[in-house]
């Protein structure tokens, strides 16, 4: 029997125009197709770990309005245990507006609405029940991201720490997280170091490690992952495709990754696993429309 895995996080509505070039300051351009699709880190990386085979419980905020309805009866088509999902009273649903060059890039502004009114009195003891591993983002409230790392580390559940968008931690939380998953931004954010060589991320990750994360992998796009541990490091390469729309590949990889490691696999061959699963998902238009399921991995 599948072991339930915890994802606490941002659910939005995207708005997609996709377009040759980004417009520069104070210009406009006409843009190509108009995509609206559900977005969101949180409701990204949980629906792409329920594709892959994870049993996910999802907790999440929404507004009471139309975009807040679609999404929660999506998530119940994806599978996703939202038994604890909740509706907030004053705040409209999550919103993200983006732009997809031809190149595959993105620029991204969210509009956060009802996802920053989750809060600690949303998460009940029950949320934590029954699970071993829990994924967080930082598109809700730092102090609901801060009360759910001090739960995991007391219940002695493990957590990944997606650190985007990309904020500086304290080294009272970070020595709390079991992994950090930051990409090549958030790392220089939280280190002070640009790993854009081989020994700034080996000091990168001592930096993270010194700080008492116990695992700590790097992101870094069509190079692939550095994950480094107090017992190894290395760099595992990414698959070659090209992309498309590189929105969600990083939230697809990070549910990816929980959905390996939950079954108990190692890092390395997790890490593979969610490197074909971000691949695939950067060919595709869209942030959770683009996340594969377990049958084309195999």
Avoid: W
Wanted: proline content about 4%; charged content about 20%; hydrophobic content about 40%.
């Amino acid at each position: 029997m599948t072991k339930k895995v915890l994802v606490i996080g941002s659910s939005n509505t995207d708005m997609v125009v996709k377009t040759e070039e980004f417009p520069k300051p104070g210009q406009t351009v006409l843009g190509g197709t108009f995509l609206m699709n559900p977005g969101g880190k949180g409701a990204n990386q949980a629906v792409a770990a329920a594709r892959l085979g994870a049993d996910v419980r999802f907790v999440t905020k929404t507004g009471k309005d139309i975009f807040g309805q679609q999404a929660l009866e999506g998530f119940k088509k994806e599978g996703l245990d939202i038994s604890f999902a909740s509706v907030s009273q004053e705040s409209a649903s999550g919103v993200a507006l983006i732009t997809v060059a031809a190149s595959g890039e993105n620029q991204i502004v969210v509009a956060s609405g009802a996802n920053m009114d989750l809060k600690e009195s949303d998460l009940p003891d029950e949320v934590f029940d029954g699970v071993d591993y829990a994924l967080i983002q930082l598109e809700i409230p730092m102090e609901t991201v801060r009360f759910v790392i001090e739960k995991c580390d007391a219940l002695n559940i493990k957590l990944i720490l997606n650190p985007a968008p990309a904020a500086s931690l304290d080294d009272d939380l970070l020595k709390k997280i079991y992994l950090i998953t930051p990409n090549e931004t958030e790392t220089e954010i939280l280190t002070g170091i640009k790993p854009d060589s081989p020994q700034k991320l080996q000091q990168a990750g001592d930096n993270l490690l010194k700080k008492g994360v116990q695992n700590v992998l790097i992101t870094l796009g069509k190079e692939g992952v550095f994950f480094m541990n107090s017992e190894n490091n290395e760099t595992i390469p990414a698959e070659k495709v090209k992309s498309v729309d590189s929105t969600a590949a990083g939230d697809v990889f990070n549910g990816a990754l929980l959905t390996a490691l939950a079954r108990g696999e190692d890092f390395v061959p997790a890490c593979q696993f969610a490197n074909k699963a971000a691949a695939i998902s950067v060919t595709r238009m869209g942030a959770q429309s683009s996340a594969p399921y377990l049958h084309e991995l195999n």
